[in-house]
């Protein structure tokens, strides 16, 4: 079974549509991430979570939220999706004390999500 | 502010040809990780490998090289005897510790491998 896991892989939606995307993982990492990539872009920080507490603003925040419901599970929400959300989403763990792993960041497969 | 670069937008190459991915980065920090990812046409991203500001030390793994020089803030990645299968985006990516700790990404070299 995979380590991260992102639900669904493939989502359509409408304008002013709310969605959720959701992350869930096995690898007992604190630290927990989300993602967007565009074509040409690489991939954007949204935002971030140290722990269930501690929740961060990445660089393109406006028009998402998120939720850290357990250690293992991080949730995406776009409020009022618009068009310009269409891209490829990814949620990724780390663990800051993992020796020699720390800092690496492992990615769930990602969710494609169209906004017409 | 950090910043990663990958100016090579495309490469193709034929198989069996060796091809090095160029990544130059920018950071004011003395610490801070750099890696590579892989992002084959399934999607997924795929971690290959980590390395850390204090060691520069050159890497080899099977068909994969990298050569990591802070004179230069370059972390290139070399395929040797390419094959179809490398046929995917390549990220290079930094994160400077003790901050977010996030990743920052360049925008990805799209290889093609030709049989």
């Known amino acids: 079974d995979a380590d991260v896991t992102q639900t669904p892989r493939n989502r359509i939606t409408k304008t002013g549509k709310r969605i959720m995307l959701e992350c869930s993982q096995t690898?007992?990492?604190?630290?927990m991430y989300w993602y967007r990539q565009d074509p040409g872009l690489g991939l954007r920080l949204i935002y971030y979570?140290?722990?269930?507490?501690?929740?961060n603003k990445g660089e393109i925040s406006d028009g998402y939220s998120v939720s850290r419901q357990a250690q293992a599970k991080f949730s995406l929400s776009l409020e009022s999706a618009i068009p310009n959300q269409t891209a490829l989403y990814f949620c990724?763990?780390?663990?800051?004390?993992?020796?020699?792993?720390?800092?690496?960041?492992?990615f769930g497969p990602g969710t494609r999500l169209t906004v017409l | 502010a950090q910043k990663v670069t990958q100016a090579q937008t495309e490469i193709s190459v034929v198989e069996k040809e060796d091809v090095t991915l160029d990544c130059v980065y920018e950071?004011?920090?003395?610490?801070?990780?750099l890696f590579w990812y892989k992002q084959p046409p399934s999607g997924e991203l795929v971690f290959l490998i980590r390395r850390n500001s204090f060691d520069e030390q050159n890497e080899i793994s099977g068909r994969y090289s990298w050569n990591f020089q802070k004179s230069t803030s370059s972390f290139n990645f070399t395929i040797t005897a390419s094959q179809v299968v490398d046929s995917a985006v390549y990220f290079c990516?930094?994160?400077?510790?003790?901050?977010?700790?996030?990743?920052?990404f360049g925008k990805g070299t799209k290889l093609t491998v030709n049989p």
């Open positions: 990516a930094l994160s400077e510790k003790g901050g977010s700790e996030k990743l920052v």
């Open positions: 979570s140290f722990d269930v507490k501690d929740i």
């Open positions: 950071t004011r920090d003395t610490t801070y990780y």
């Open positions: 990724a763990t780390s663990d800051p004390t993992g020796g020699g792993d720390t800092d690496t960041q492992y």
């Open positions: 690898k007992g990492h604190d630290r």
